[in-house]
C-alpha cells in the first residue's frame, strides 16, 4: 500500500518483544525493554496499548498527533484492545476490521510463516476467534484475500 500511496502514513508501534529477523528497529517496530515501554504508559505517550502473550504493544501519541494535525491520512494497525481504546479517545477515528478469509486459510498463513512456535500458534488461533467476534466493533469489516485487494480497498476508504 505505502508503495503505491506514499503520503499515507504508517505508525510504527513499540513493543517489548525481540525482534524476528530481518525486522529492523524504527521500521517494523520501536523495539523497547519493559521499563522503557512501561515509563511510556506512565507518561501518557502511548495512545493506546495493550499485552499480548506477554509482550506489550503501543502506539506512540506524538507521531500520529502530529500527521493528523498536518492533514495526512494516518494507519494503526492495532489489534481490538487498542481499537477500542482508540475509539474512546479519538472521536471520527474510522475503525476497520481486516478479517481473515477463513479460520483455516488464518491457521494456513500463521503455520507458514514459521516464526512462532507451536503454542504460541494455538494462543494466536484463539484469539483470532474472540477478535472475529468482535469485528461487529468495528466501522467497516474487510475480509483479507488478498493483499492487494486489501491494500486497494483500504486506500479508498483511506482517500475518500
Request: glycine share 8%.
Amino acid at each position: 500500500m505505502r508503495a503505491q500511496r506514499p503520503d499515507i502514513w504508517l505508525s510504527v508501534s513499540v513493543t517489548t518483544r525481540a525482534p524476528r529477523p530481518g525486522e529492523v528497529n524504527g521500521r517494523e517496530y520501536h523495539f523497547v525493554n519493559d521499563a522503557v515501554f512501561d515509563a511510556m504508559v506512565a507518561r501518557g505517550e502511548l495512545l493506546e496499548w495493550a499485552t499480548f502473550d506477554g509482550k506489550k504493544y503501543g502506539t506512540p501519541k506524538a507521531p500520529v498527533a502530529a500527521q493528523t494535525a498536518a492533514g495526512g491520512a494516518t494507519l494503526l494497525e492495532i489489534d481490538i484492545e487498542g481499537a477500542r481504546q482508540v475509539r474512546r479517545t479519538v472521536p471520527g477515528a474510522l475503525l476497520v476490521f481486516l478479517a481473515p478469509p477463513s479460520r483455516e486459510e488464518l491457521a494456513r498463513r500463521l503455520t507458514g510463516r514459521g516464526t512462532e512456535p507451536p503454542d504460541v500458534i494455538a494462543r494466536r488461533l484463539e484469539v483470532a476467534r474472540q477478535e472475529i467476534e468482535a469485528g461487529r466493533e468495528f466501522d467497516i469489516t474487510l475480509v483479507n484475500t488478498s493483499v492487494k485487494d486489501v491494500c486497494r480497498q483500504l486506500v479508498t476508504l483511506m482517500t475518500a
